[in-house]
């Protein structure tokens, strides 16, 4: 928004600010994505879930190896409801854990819990046991799921790249485009490409370079 009004500012022009919350997605893990589509393989693998104050905030493993993201703001609304879908109805009178305050001292004993519950079953049971579910949780996507969502190349989240060699890749590009214009691919230069170029333009004369050059000082 700042580089937009900066642009309107300067040139009187308005801009079109296009974004999302997919293409910030990508960008915070676009090594990841990156990774997977360069090697074929799902992603880089991440950490373990630390242990959060709130249980129902938390990602849990499945037994295929998935990952089911909660995002209940409010345990108290969502609790004895949840319990019960998970076939635990005896944890929604559980002393330890109702009111949210006794969840949240409480929230190793919790996330051990569910942990293990979800440990116990694969993504496709889970997702049928939460389908009625009207708190918020998702299946997290793979970064290969991700580079292949139907929203992704038609809004130009990806974009193909050519390295030196003519091998073509798919990189993800900043997650905000100006005008519906994603930005146009290129790669890093090498490394000590520009050195001659950086130094004339700071006035550094070509003797000089090729004395550096010949110490080693510069590449």
């Known amino acids: ?82 319990c019960e879908r998970m076939g635990m109805p005896e944890l929604a009178t559980d002393e330890r854990f109702v009111p949210s305050s006794n969840l949240i001292a409480n929230a190793a004993a919790a996330t051990e819990i569910f942990a293990k519950t979800f440990a116990g079953q694969d993504l496709a049971h889970w997702r049928k046991v939460l389908e009625s579910e009207p708190g918020v949780w998702g299946a997290l996507a793979t970064p290969r799921e ?38 146009l691919p290129a790669r890093a230069p090498e490394h000590g490409q520009h050195t001659e170029e950086i130094l004339l333009e700071l006035g550094v004369e070509w003797d000089d370079i090729a004395k550096a050059k010949d110490l080693n000082s510069i590449l």
Not at 26 to 51: E, K, N, Q, T
Not at 150 to 176: F, H, L, S, W
């Open 1 to 82: 928004m700042c580089a937009a009004l900066f642009h309107r500012e300067r040139t009187g022009e308005p801009t079109i600010v296009d974004s999302s919350l997919l293409a910030q997605a990508m960008w915070s893990i676009a090594p990841s994505i990156c990774a997977a589509d360069f090697f074929d393989i799902d992603g880089i693998p991440g950490a373990p879930p630390g242990l959060a104050i709130n249980p129902l905030v938390n990602r849990y493993k499945t037994m295929d190896g998935r990952w089911i993201q909660l995002v209940f703001l409010q345990p108290d609304k969502f609790w004895a409801g949840f």
């Open 146 to 183: 991700t580079l292949n969502d139907p929203q992704v190349e038609p809004n130009g989240y990806v974009v193909k790249n050519v390295d030196d060699y003519g091998e073509e890749y798919r990189i993800v590009v900043a997650p905000v485009q100006f005008n519906e214009t994603p930005p």
